[in-house]
């Protein structure tokens, strides 16, 4: 049984036309070409830094220096895929030759696979990343490297500057003879609905809110044709501090977490917000005394109402207590709270206690011993992160493979809300930290999301795609017969 389907919006019709037009063109691209495509899209965002920065200041009311790191990386991965596309692993050719003696008792035909562009691709910006989750984000670069159009869904908190990347990135496409329809982008909240919903679109790429992100997942599936939707949703992101590290550096510990938790005014999808620690641990004094850090404007107007709902229903939630929580500011700037329960209380009552709370707060947790620590991990949903602070020497094996079964990326030591962009990253987990859990949104990995397997059979050698041409003429790394040949080109090390 299918849902209703939302009534057509005359800018998706526009865009997703555009880029349905287009997207057989930029397909065909070698990835050598499209390769240097991306690098000239990172150069065009670098060169209009000073026009950029103070748009995304204004809209977003995060500090210049984050915004221009931000813009840093949003370029940086864009050139991070030109060197997987030169390389050409991702495509993860296969070559089974003929065997007539193959020994399941049937000859083998030759069979070739190869990953190929899914087609246009929706992306949905989030408000906390106004460049490297945005219009020229993880989600438009990797369906870009994938060889697929892009029609994105601007943020509402950032409609300007999401116009000025776009008109960016569309004079660079053109200015390297590629259609503008490779990229577009639609405002306001009918579109959203009707962008993942139309015929055209073959996959979708969100980063938001749990709520908002399920509609749009049950939509996707309930298409017609349902399509892949690779949504990243909410996350709690605990931390567990065991007896032997709270003993050896409590005081380190402590201003670490606050750091981690207040970052960006707790607006993270990585922030911390559960500190596991035992009962009688160090570490509290540490946290009542050390200095918290000042009150930082959110995103918006929305998103602080948000964060004063969630934290006053954690407040109010029996068994919780405040810890600390610093002086009032202005409701755009809460103060940071630190709140406090036991682990029996968590327990009890783990939906409540355990829900993403989007801003400069977190809840401590008391747990009585090792059994107790162990069952409420097991009480966690899927996470983007699970962080463990422990010593070498302390039996954490059990532990450690719990948190492994509900987090996409498991930190030994350190703070979650650091992800670098590489070609190990994992950002994604069990839902509902994503509803792709075999996916990521941040790294290398990420452009699997846009590509799909074709297995060609028997095909003559003219009309193979290069990758699967028996002359091998991208030079790139491919499985034959059973065995891995190297491609010409090594895979860059930034």
Known sequence: MTRDIPARHPDVETAVAAAADAADAFAALTPARRAAVLEHLADALAAQEETLVPIARAESHLPEPRLRGELL???????????????????????????PDWPMGAPRPDLRRVLEPIGPVAVFSASNFPFAFSVAGGDTASALAAGDPVVVKAHPGHPELSDAVAGILREALVAQGLPAGVLGVVHGFEAGPALVTHPQIRAAGFTGSIPGGRALFDLACSRPEPIPFYGELGSN???VLTPGADAARAEELAAGFLGSFTLGAGQFCTKPGTLLVPAGARILEHLQQAELPAAQDMLGERIAEGFAETLAALRETEGVEVLRAGEDGRPAAPAPTLLRTTGRRLLEQPEALEAECFGPAALVVEYEDTAQLREIARSFTGQLTATLHAEEDEDVAELLAILSRRAGRVLWGGWPTGVSVTHAQQHGGPYPASTAPGS??????AISRFLRPVAYQ???????????QEANPLGIPRLVDGERVPGATPLTHR
């Open 440 to 445: 990521t949104s941040v790294g290398t990995a």
């Open 73 to 99: 990386r949003t370029c940086f991965q864009l050139r991070l895929f030109a060197d997987v596309l030169r390389e050409g692993a991702h495509l993860e050719a296969r070559i089974d030759h003929a065997d």
């Open 458 to 468: 028997d095909l003559p050698d003219v009309l193979l795609p290069p990758a699967l």
């Open 237 to 239: 992101n605990p931390v």
